[in-house]
């Protein structure tokens, strides 16, 4: 798969990269082909729970085929990892409405997932974030309103909605880390019957300049420009950073692999 699929893609995505066309993300050609093909083959819920559509399997064997995913096209799977990812907490935090209304969409491939934490003037100081979460009069979501940046698969063509997982601030919550939640942002809102709709004033406002991996999709992102941007809060308030260090500290092993698949190409 990853010589046939994968591997072809690197370069000339790497050419070409993920472009910001009229609002829309474009990425470069085949990526939407190939991120469907990973998906109906399992490898992007590979190591995600069987009962929401994943393969379950152990990291000390999933390793190998991250390596080679990697390897081939960390561009394209860096997507897939975050979407696994971002599923995981919503599984691990998330109640039973949430759980199935997320996890096997993502886990599956037919929906995308980011991780959403630096802000303009909130980096390695995350206590620092100013995206505030306010309580609509409904009880049912908060509104949420502010911008991130440097969030890798934050807009993409590849699937029909990407789920945010965003920290940010509520009212009256206490200063630092310690006053952070964490809650479901999708890019489109749900229907009753679990489908996307309408947009949820999400909106792409820039893609990074890197100088590399640059079919990765690394967006800048508003939340809540017109003030209709619903998010959905992860089990209580304050919870937020204790929640997101899962997702954070998978995904430091994944840079690891990162290298390792970079290294074996490369060897």
């Known amino acids: 798969f ?9 370069k000339s995505g790497d050419e070409v990269g993920s472009q910001l066309i009229d609002g829309q993300v474009v990425t470069p050609p085949g990526f939407k082909e190939a991120w469907h093909q990973a998906a109906e083959a399992g490898w992007i819920g590979m190591i995600s729970q069987p009962d929401f559509g994943g393969q379950g399997l152990p990291l000390s064997v999933a390793v190998g085929v991250l390596e080679a995913m990697y390897g081939a096209n960390p561009a394209l799977y860096t997507t897939a990892m975050l979407t696994a990812g971002a599923a995981g907490l919503i599984a691990a935090f998330g109640d039973d409405a949430q759980q199935a209304a997320f996890c096997e969409n993502m886990i599956t491939g037919h929906w995308g997932g980011t991780m959403c934490l630096s802000e303009p003037n909130a ?3 995350v206590g620092d974030i100013a995206t505030r979460a306010t309580k609509a ?24 909605n990407i789920v945010h997982l965003v920290l940010a601030r509520t009212e009256g919550a206490p200063p630092g880390p310690k006053g952070i939640s964490l809650f479901i942002v999708p ?10 709709t309408v947009p949820n004033d999400v909106s792409t406002v820039r893609l990074e300049h890197k100088l590399g991996i640059k079919a990765s999709p690394t967006a800048v ?3 809540g420009g017109d003030n209709a941007c619903h998010g959905y809060l992860l089990e209580g308030e304050c919870r937020g950073m ?3 260090f899962k997702l954070m500290n998978e995904a430091r092993l994944q840079v690891a692999y990162q290298g390792l698949g970079a290294a074996s190409g490369a060897y």
């Open 221 to 223: 992102l508003e939340f």
């Open 2 to 10: 990853v010589e046939e699929v994968y591997a072809p893609l690197n």
């Open 123 to 125: 980096g390695s100081a």
């Open 137 to 160: 009069a409904d009880g049912e979501h908060y509104l949420i309103k502010g911008s991130k940046c440097w969030i890798s698969g934050g807009d993409h063509d590849f699937t029909e």
């Open 187 to 196: 890019k489109y809102r749900l229907d009753a019957d679990g489908n996307p």
């Open 242 to 244: 204790a929640q997101m």
